[in-house]
């Protein structure tokens, strides 16, 4: 039986995984930048943290989700987003009493049952930032700043910032109304999956990639336009601060984000080079997340961002990631003498955190020499019977073939 791996899954081989570390490590970094700190979630929940937070009527609850009962019984879910989990960490761990104010990261994997395509698979690595605590604006920009720190640094410039506001549940609710009563006298041209949105979720429908809703939705009425002033003019603020900063963005009053818990801002990055799943991240405000999650009322706000998704854009936008890792030097023992010398002296360069590599395969002087070039060794350290005599080796230099000879105890001042 020749076993594959599951659809929508992907392994990352050892001669791309250093994209991966590329990308982890600039995240750290910008995070480190912004004074954010990790936060690490299991990767399954109880199912009811998702179906109350998210929301019971959202696609990823009601289609996209990994559930299954566990031996106690219980029903479970592979995270499929990670602001409910972190959420539900801060309310459990009691993070409120530590400090009022958290700015949290988090790198993990996402687990969702969706048609794979480029740059969507059913397991997915995600950064993401959280900000609880604080309903200033400043915290908004300062999580679309992140991001765009981290596109950036990831050689990504040309991506697109969309940004909206969705206000208060309760303008909310008002829009929803009017857009309801707008849909309803176009129900007969609206996609069939639109039109099972609009007795359960009319706002995903503006999402829709319909020709057909498309052409619908554009002339339907505009959440901005049921903003009170209160909320219309926090947006602006959002808007004028994001100006004044030099970060370019374009108001898309479609953007509504697909999750129940968003209030107020929200945005999305997005990027030609994605093809029609153009996301490369987005997010926005919760502040009524923690309340509904059983906590006391708690301002945030969020984004996450698919780590795939970043290095296509990248790698599109041709930006390199380095070279894998490779030793610094590569040890050829001719004997089994030879051999037992090798292995002292890496043990004791490893110590020094100086990478080394050397045959396990038994194989001629001439192929390890080829292992060494083929695995991009600096070095190459040979010692046979003459250099088990004089305690010296033979260290050939890859680049230039330039070679000397070393003391074995003197290895590591040479490669330093």
Known sequence: MKFQKPKGTKDILPKDIHKWHFVEKTIREATKLFNFSEIRTPTFEYTELFKRGVGSET????????????????????KPEGTAPVMRAYLENSLSAESPLHKLYYITSMFRYEKPQAGRYREHSQFGGEIIGSDSIDTDVELILLAKEVYNRCGINNFKLKINSIGKPSERKTYVNALTDYLKKHFNRLSEESKKRLGTNPLRILDSKSPDDLIITKEAPKIIEHLTKDSRNRFDLVLYELTRLGVNYEIDFRLVRGLDYYTDTTFEFISSDLGAQDALGGGGRYDGLIELLGGKPTPGVGFGSGIERLIIVAEKNGFTFGEPSSPKVYFIALNSSAKEIAFKIMMELRKKNISC??????????A?????????????????????????????KMSDGSQQNVEFDKL????N
């Open 59 to 78: 696609d990823i609850v009601g289609k996209e989700m990994y559930t299954f009962v566990d031996k106690g019984g219980e029903s479970i879910t592979l």
């Open 357 to 366: 590599e050397t045959d396990l395969l038994v194989r001629s002087m001439k």
């Open 368 to 396: 390890q020499m080829r292992e060494a070039n083929k695995i991009g060794s600096d070095y190459v350290f040979i010692i046979g019977d003459d250099e088990l005599k004089n305690q010296k080796g033979i260290l050939k």
């Open 412 to 415: 590591r001042e040479y490669l």
